[in-house]
């Protein structure tokens, strides 16, 4: 009886190292790669924790800076966070809050930097699109309408289409074009939510071009 499990053992063994034979190479190159991707994964989920952890500190420096006006202190903290955490949505907050400062302390140009920083770095289509927005504001009160509408006309997550074509009309109204800053502001009212307190502007917008939100036609002034 011993003498015959032995052989079944011996079969199992031979079996067992021919099978190791033609596929132990292949199963341990991919023991090797999984254990590779895990330890890549959890190194990235501790840089990623970490990245975000300083871009998160720099930030609350750059909030710092601009609560108090240092400007000095703002224009450091803002490029720093810029340079070693750009793909960091702190980073792109960051340029944002810049943006505003810089405009409320008539540094137009650095500003635009800031906007435009973030149209170009940012991956995220809602920070993109209220970067135009505020670009396209900037552009406006240079009475660079051109520039302005080339940041507005561009595609955008559906909740900024409203706020663009207003943006838009405001453009038209400026140059003239009554039609088209009806058009958009009609549009504009129509992506607005009803109950949303922006949309009871552009009505107010509408009602002084003598336009009815609801109309799909444009009357044009009689002479």
Do not use: C
């Not at 900024?160 to 009309?169: I, Q, T, V």
């Not at 504009?188 to 502007?201: I, T």
């Amino acid at each position: 009886m011993a003498s015959h499990l032995d052989l079944e053992e011996q079969e199992q063994l031979d079996e067992l190292k021919h099978f190791w034979k033609r596929w132990g190479d292949l199963i341990t190159w991919v023991l090797i790669a999984v254990f590779a991707s895990y330890a890549a994964w959890v190194g990235w989920q501790s840089w990623s924790a970490k990245q975000s952890a300083q871009s998160a500190g720099l930030y609350d420096t750059v909030e710092r800076a601009a609560l108090s006006s240092d400007m000095a202190l703002l224009d450091r903290s803002v490029a720093d966070i810029e340079d070693k955490y750009s793909s960091t949505s702190f980073a792109h907050q960051a340029a944002l809050l810049a943006a505003r400062v810089y405009q409320d302390k008539a540094r137009p140009a650095d500003a635009r930097k800031q906007l435009n920083w973030v149209i170009e770095k940012s991956d995220d289509a809602g920070y993109q699109a209220l970067a135009r927005l505020r670009l396209a504001a900037l552009l406006i009160e240079e009475k660079n309408f051109d520039g302005a509408r080339q940041q507005l006309n561009t595609q955008v997550p559906a909740s900024f289409e409203p706020l663009l074509a207003d943006r838009l009309g405001d453009i038209d109204l400026l140059e003239n074009k009554r039609s088209e800053a009806i058009k958009n502001y009609q549009k504009a009212w129509k992506g607005f939510d009803a109950n949303a307190e922006y949309r009871r502007l552009v009505a107010v917008k509408l009602a002084s071009l003598g336009a009815d939100p609801e109309e799909t036609s444009v009357k044009e002034p009689t002479k």
